[in-house]
DNA sequence: ATAATCATTCCAGCAGATGGAAGGTCAAGG
DNA sequence: CCTTGACCTTCCATCTGCTGGAATGATTAT
C-alpha cells in the first residue's frame, strides 16, 4: 500500500502522514524503490490519529493514546484522565471564546455602522478604560 | 519613553513589542543611543493592539483596524464589517469545539476508568465506523 | 571602577502542518 | 524505444504570533 491508498483510507492528506513518520507517530517499511509501503496496521495508526486529531488531541497526547493503544496491559482509567484533561481544556476554551464573543458583540452594537467615522468600536480599542461589554 | 515604559503603558511584553516594529505595526523613534523613544501616539497604538489582539483580532486585521483609526475619513460601516466577519469565525469556532466537545464527553461516559484495558474511547478511536457521539 | 540593570540585534524554536522545488520511478501509448 | 503523465522521494521555506536565549552595548548606582 503506497502513500496515496494510506491517504485515501485514513483521510489524512500525503503530506501529513510523511510528517506524521518524521515524528515518528508511524513507522511504515519501505520497498526497494524507496517508496513507503504502509501495512493494515499502519493505515489503522493513521486512521487512528485522524480521528484523535479531529477531537482535537494534541500530537503528544495523540502518541500517548496510541500507546494506551497499542498496550495490552493499559487500564482505561488511564485513558479516561488524558480525555478528561483534554475535555478540561476544550471548556476552558469554549468559556474563553464565549467571553470574547459577547464582548466583540456589545461592541457591535453600539456601532452604527455607517458611512460617518463615528465608531463605538474603534473608541473602545483606543479610549481610556477596560475594553467593556 | 524607552521600551519598558510603553510595555507598562500597554501591557504589552517588550518581545511583543519589538515583533511589532519588525512587522511595522508601529514604529517609534530612536534616540542617539539606538534605545526605541516611543511617543504617547505609539503607546496608543501598541494599547490599541493589545486590546484588538485580546479581543481575538488577527495581525493583519489589527492592521486593518490601525489604518480605519488613525483614517479620519473612515467609515464605521468598515470598522462593523471587520468585526462582524471577526465574530463570524469566533461562532464558527465555538461551535466546532461544542460538538467536539459533546462526541469527546459521550465517548467519556462509556469508558469505565478501570484498570482494564478495555476502552470506549479507544475502541472508538480505532474502530470501523466514524467516531461518534 | 564595577556591578546591576537597562537596551540592542540575531537566531532558534513552539504546534502542526502545508507548499513548492528538484529529482527518481513506473505504467501505458505510439 | 521513447515520451508523457502520474506517481513517489527529500529538503527547505512558510504560515501565526510570539517567546527564549545568547552576545553585546549603554546607563546608572555605588
Redesign the pocket.
Known sequence: M????ASQASGL????I???ETIGLVAPART?????DFSDADTERLTFLARA?GLGF???ECRALLSLYNDTARSSAEVKRLANGHLARIDDRIAQMQALRGTLQALLARCQGDDGPDCAILDSLAGGGPVRA
Chains 1, 2 share one sequence.
Not at 492528506?13 to 501529513?16: F, G, I, L, Q
Not at 526497494?32 to 513507503?36: C, D, K, L, Q, W
Open positions: 503506497n502513500i496515496s491508498d492528506p500525503n503530506k501529513t510523511r510528517y506524521y526497494a524503490n524507496g517508496y513507503r486529531r494534541s500530537i503528544e
